[in-house]
């Protein structure tokens, strides 16, 4: 049985939806309790990897999150039948996935990705740090050789005054609006939490095999009972549940 991820046990599912596989299986829900999880059938005697695989993994779960809330699963997360979904990863791990559920609830998460331009970056640190400037102004034209050392300590400088411009920027842009955003430039306690519940999630893998279409994007595996669909994203920003397993 292969989990795509676990979900509020509220929701309910629509028909007609395949994801991995060969033939794709149909998505559909194993409940506990509260919770349920995204499953479908699949051969274990053929390997996963296509990147239609991927693609639909990816899919189910991106669709998912316009309607509840989703602790994506791993990529190959497969286990026996729909009785050990439901006991060994819904029942044993029930408060800590209802728990990150309800701190998803009404949240949804923007991947920002920003560059420098490094040009602007290197004078801007060359003016701000006088010990970089001499660095360069002694290195400029020298003998590459002769000057090795005076490089990479040039080098260390700049690297570590890039990383605390990474942090500092992006404490400033979260900063703008403290009321509605919450984010991390690298590991915290969730990402933490998160690395904690994939590791019950057991994987299989393997070399890919024919092409074959799957699930296209505007399939929804989920209407939630009672409510209307979460914001979407649009154009280039997508969103994923903030915890990821994988």
């Given at each position: 049985?292969?989990?795509?991820?676990?979900?509020?046990?509220?929701?309910?599912?629509?028909?007609?939806?395949?994801?991995?596989?060969?033939?794709?299986?149909?998505?559909?829900?194993?409940?506990?309790?509260?919770?349920?999880?995204?499953?479908?059938?699949?051969?274990?005697?053929?390997?996963?990897?296509?990147?239609?695989?991927?693609?639909?993994?990816?899919?189910?779960?991106?669709?998912?999150?316009?309607?509840?809330?989703?602790?994506?699963?791993?990529?190959?997360?497969?286990?026996?039948?729909?009785?050990?979904?439901?006991?060994?990863?819904?029942?044993?791990?029930?408060?800590?996935?209802?728990?990150?559920?309800?701190?998803?609830?009404?949240?949804?998460?923007?991947?920002?990705?920003?560059?420098?331009?490094?040009?602007?970056?290197?004078?801007?640190?060359?003016?701000?740090?006088?010990?970089?400037?001499?660095?360069?102004?002694?290195?400029?034209?020298?003998?590459?050789?002769?000057?090795?050392?005076?490089?990479?300590?040039?080098?260390?400088?700049?690297?570590?005054?890039?990383?605390?411009?990474?942090?500092?920027?992006?404490?400033d842009l979260l900063r703008r609006d403290?009321?509605?955003?919450?984010?991390?430039?690298?590991?915290?306690?969730?990402?933490?939490?998160?690395?904690?519940?994939?590791?019950?999630?057991?994987?299989?893998?393997?070399?890919?095999?024919?092409?074959?279409?799957?699930?296209?994007?505007?399939?929804?595996?989920?209407?939630?009972?009672g409510g209307a669909a979460r914001p979407?994203?649009?154009?280039?920003?997508?969103?994923?549940?903030?915890?990821?397993?994988?």
């Amino acid at each position: 049985m292969y989990v795509y991820g676990i979900v509020p046990g509220d929701v309910k599912l629509n028909s007609g939806v395949h994801g991995v596989g060969d033939p794709p299986g149909e998505i559909r829900l194993v409940r506990s309790g509260d919770l349920a999880a995204l499953v479908s059938e699949v051969d274990i005697t053929k390997p996963l990897g296509t990147p239609d695989d991927l693609q639909a993994h990816q899919e189910i779960l991106d669709a998912t999150v316009i309607d509840a809330p989703v602790l994506p699963s791993r990529f190959g997360a497969v286990l026996t039948n729909e009785e050990a979904v439901a006991a060994e990863l819904l029942d044993a791990n029930h408060d800590e996935f209802a728990a990150a559920l309800r701190q998803l609830e009404g949240r949804v998460e923007y991947i920002v990705r920003g560059r420098y331009a490094e040009q602007a970056l290197l004078e801007e640190i060359l003016s701000e740090n006088s010990r970089a400037a001499r660095l360069r102004d002694r290195i400029s034209g020298a003998d590459p050789d002769a000057t090795r050392e005076l490089r990479i300590q040039l080098g260390e400088i700049v690297n570590n005054a890039v990383a605390n411009k990474r942090q500092n920027d992006t404490r400033d842009l979260l900063r703008r609006d403290e009321g509605s955003l919450r984010g991390q430039s690298g590991p915290d306690r969730d990402e933490r939490d998160g690395r904690r519940l994939r590791r019950r999630l057991p994987h299989r893998g393997g070399p890919g095999r024919r092409a074959r279409a799957s699930c296209p994007g505007p399939q929804r595996p989920l209407a939630r009972a009672g409510g209307a669909a979460r914001p979407r994203a649009d154009g280039a920003l997508r969103f994923r549940g903030q915890r990821r397993l994988t």
